[in-house]
């Protein structure tokens, strides 16, 4: 190890905590207001497939297309991956998401799960493009 | 005459180092695929091909380098049959191919192996998350990349580290005396 390497894994990490630590602090403000649930946008291949309100109550969504199915569970005002016929089986890592900005993705799927605010108006609810 | 042969005789060499090294960063990828490490962040892995990817840096000139990575990017993606990633995979692996390459030129004074191979992990990193963005039209994504980098810190030691024992272990083979440097780190 150099003096170079030191200073480089220092500001790596200066970096990734300038990024992570505002996050944090956001997440006490946000805790409040649970009462407007986020959304989850459902994107396959591009196009827009379900949005769907994040509730504390459970609910699952199925999501079948030509490249496979996955089933995502609700719960908590929060979205994760529930079962999956993929074979990486990258998607589960992404654990339990309900922050905004909070992604999903399955990639041999071309699923993807986007966390976003309180619908605003004139989304289309609960619309299947396909 | 001779000076021929020596010729043609470095350029078979080199030609079998890059495919032993190809060889061997498939095997590192499928091993790494059978260890069951859960990072809990997405995307992230131990990065056991670019211990390969460096030290063929390391060793032959870039051009070389990049021909094993380009093999070992299509020769993973036959095996695991994941051709839906292979985008992903080519647009990491040239990222980090370029980085490492880049730093092993300018920064070999002042960077030891280790601080390149952090380099080298995160642009991995980086070169996913930017086809992934292509892919899906979306930045959302770098939403994951601060703990990436910071898994990239530590997979990147380990990498280094590694990295640093296979160097003169290799350079005491007959193989590589040809492709020695003066300077080791």
């Given at each position: 190890m150099k003096r170079g390497d030191i200073i480089l894994i220092g500001i790596v990490i200066a970096i990734a905590l300038a990024f992570i630590v505002p996050r944090w602090l956001n997440e006490d403000t946000s805790e409040?207001?649970?009462?407007e649930a986020r959304v989850a946008k459902i994107t396959v291949d591009g196009k827009l497939f379900k949005t769907v309100s994040l509730t504390k109550e459970e609910q699952t969504v199925e999501v079948n297309t030509e490249f496979g199915s996955n089933t995502l569970k609700i719960h908590d005002y929060g979205i994760e991956m529930h079962d999956a016929d993929c074979k990486d089986k990258v998607c589960f890592t992404f654990g339990f998401v309900d922050r905004n900005g909070g992604t999903i993705i399955c990639l041999p799927h071309r699923l993807m799960v986007e966390v976003e605010g309180p619908s605003g108006e004139g989304d289309d609810v609960d619309v299947i493009v396909k | 005459m001779s000076s021929l042969n020596e010729h043609s005789s470095i350029a078979l060499k080199r030609t079998v180092i890059v495919s032993i090294f190809a060889a061997v960063a498939v095997v590192l990828s499928l091993v790494e695929a059978l260890?069951?490490?859960?990072?809990?962040?997405?995307?992230?892995?131990?990065?056991?091909?670019n211990i390969m990817v460096l030290t063929c840096l390391y060793f032959l000139r870039p051009r070389d380098a990049l021909m094993m990575v380009v093999l070992k990017t299509l020769l993973t993606a036959f095996i695991f049959g994941t051709f839906s990633s292979l985008l992903f995979s080519i647009m990491g692996a040239m990222f980090s191919f370029v980085a490492m390459g880049f730093l092993l030129l300018v920064g070999r004074k002042r960077l030891s192996l280790i601080g390149i191979s952090i380099i080298g992990g995160i642009a991995h990193n980086i070169g996913q998350l930017t086809a992934a963005t292509l892919y899906?039209?979306?930045?959302?994504?770098?939403?994951?990349l601060p703990m990436l980098m910071i898994m990239g810190v530590l997979t990147g030691i380990a990498v280094g580290i590694a990295v640093r024992y296979l160097v003169p272990a290799l350079s005491k083979l007959s193989l590589f005396e040809d492709f020695l440097k003066e300077e080791t780190a």
């Open positions: 409040t207001n649970h009462e | 260890i069951p490490v859960n990072m809990s962040v997405p995307g992230a892995k131990l990065g056991l091909a899906f039209k979306t930045s959302k994504i770098f939403y994951y």
